[in-house]
């Protein structure tokens, strides 16, 4: 819900957000909102990450993943 207000809020489509979390609260929230989700991927704690569309170790992998989708919509 919060996803999809802050969308509405910036006035943005699902498919034009990016989402990164890294708990499966998060995640839910995120998966239920239809966006982008990137899973930073938890390796202290054993978390359900499943269902993100793309995992990360590193923030600096985003902007790869950004680039990905940008080319996807050309």
């Not at 993100?52 to 985003?62: H, P, S, V």
Request: net charge negative.
């Amino acid at each position: 819900m919060i996803y999809l207000k802050t969308m509405n809020v910036l006035g943005v489509r699902p498919e034009e957000t990016v989402i990164i979390e890294d708990s499966r609260t998060g995640l839910d929230a995120a998966l239920a909102s239809g966006a982008h989700v990137i899973a930073r991927r938890e390796t202290r704690l054993p978390i359900d990450q499943s269902g993100a569309q793309y995992y990360i170790d590193d923030l600096i992998e985003i902007l790869n993943i950004v680039n990905e989708l940008n080319e996807e919509k050309v």
